[in-house]
Nanobody, 119 residues
Framework: QVQLVESGGGLVQPGTSLKLSCAASGIIFANYDMAWYRQAPGTQRELVAIIDIGNNINYGDSVKGRFTISRDNAQTTTYLRMNSLKSEDTAVYYC?????????????WGQGTQVTVSS
């Protein structure tokens, strides 16, 4: 079964931290770039962070310096550590896998996890 399952979202106060997880199954995880996207109501989906198969990392401008993406190929899991959270970070966060090499599904999305930052 091919799937990405996000977890770790919730309601938190501004200035606090949260760590999201994305567990992948049914794919050769090391062959996929892993990314986090988010979408707030009434807005377009935006790239939060991406870590490719060579562990090269890029962040969206709005989260640079606050968020950290990582991956554990042995655990087939990608993480997003979010620090200094702001109300503007409130969104549904989606995990994405995009195949770079090999065979298998080309692009996979998780179901999303809600992050709400509010005082």
């Amino acid at each position: 079964q091919v799937q990405l399952v996000e977890s770790g979202g919730g309601l938190v106060q501004p200035g606090t931290s949260l760590k999201l997880s994305c567990a992948a199954s049914g794919i050769i995880f090391a062959n996929y770039d892993m990314a986090w996207y988010r979408q707030a109501p009434g807005t377009q989906r935006e790239l939060v962070a991406i870590i490719d198969i060579g562990n090269n990392i890029n962040y969206g401008d709005s989260v640079k310096g606050r968020f950290t993406i990582s991956r554990d190929n042995a655990q087939t899991t990608t993480y997003l550590r979010m620090n200094s959270l702001k109300s503007e970070d409130t969104a549904v966060y989606y995990c994405n896998a995009d195949r770079r090499i090999g065979l298998g599904p080309r692009n996979i999305w998780g179901q999303g996890t809600q992050v709400t930052v509010s005082s």
